[in-house]
């Protein structure tokens, strides 16, 4: 019996990574995979998925109007094996329903990698339905600098300091996040602690 499994982690915890990787063993074993991604991330290029690490692969962009079941029943349902996305947070509730309704009708495993919460500890509306519907949920782990488990997306802004309030998309990487543990995060808005990102000297 085919899954809906849902992935979720940190930022840096290496998700389109193992994205990446769990592609290549499926192709690895002679399956297809149809790897895709929302169109609200197009960091790396309008067809382009690429991790951190340097993997990278051709993926196709699924914008929020378009209806992922229909996708894969016009196009993919006699050439696909396996569905794996990435940064499945910016799907709509709509299209996981979806992706959910694929794993039914077709025996099709889909594999949804992503964040569970934004900035301000929420959780997205995509991540809020793979809660609601996934067979399997997994955290793929990170740590905080201080060496405790990371659960939160810190936002941090030009001077340092963790962003509380904005809209909850706002695309950025190491420039722009780092991941912390609930008490550090807290701690950091309550003292007004200039948070070092990563990368930076």
Same mark, same amino acid.
């Given at each position: 019996m085919a899954k809906l499994y849902f992935?979720?982690?940190?930022m840096g915890s290496s998700k389109t990574a193992q994205a990446l990787i769990t592609k290549y063993n499926y192709e690895e074993n002679d399956l297809n995979v149809w790897l895709i991604k929302p169109s609200a991330d197009v960091r790396d290029g309008a067809d382009i998925l690429r991790s951190r @690490?340097?993997?990278e692969a051709v993926v196709t962009i699924i914008p929020p109007e378009a209806d992922v079941y229909q996708i894969f029943t016009d196009t993919k349902k006699d050439t696909c094996d396996v569905i794996i996305v990435d940064e499945c947070q910016f799907l709509t509730p709509a299209q996981i329903d979806g992706l959910?309704? @694929?794993v039914n009708d077709y025996n099709v495993p889909v594999m949804c990698f992503g964040l569970r919460t934004?900035? &301000?500890t929420k959780l997205f509306p995509g991540s809020l339905r793979l809660m609601e519907v996934a067979d399997t949920i997994q955290e793929i782990k990170t740590i905080c600098d201080?060496?405790?488990k990371a659960t939160v997306n810190a936002r941090i802004d030009g001077e340092g300091h963790i962003?509380? &309030?904005g809209a909850q998309v706002f695309l950025g990487?190491?420039?722009a996040y @780092?991941?912390?543990c609930h008490k550090c995060y807290i701690n950091g808005i309550r003292e007004g602690r200039k948070i070092k990102l990563h990368g930076q000297n």
């Open positions: 992935k979720y982690g940190a @690490i340097g993997l959910r309704n @694929i934004d900035f &301000q201080c060496g405790a962003v509380t &309030q990487g190491n420039d @780092i991941a912390m």
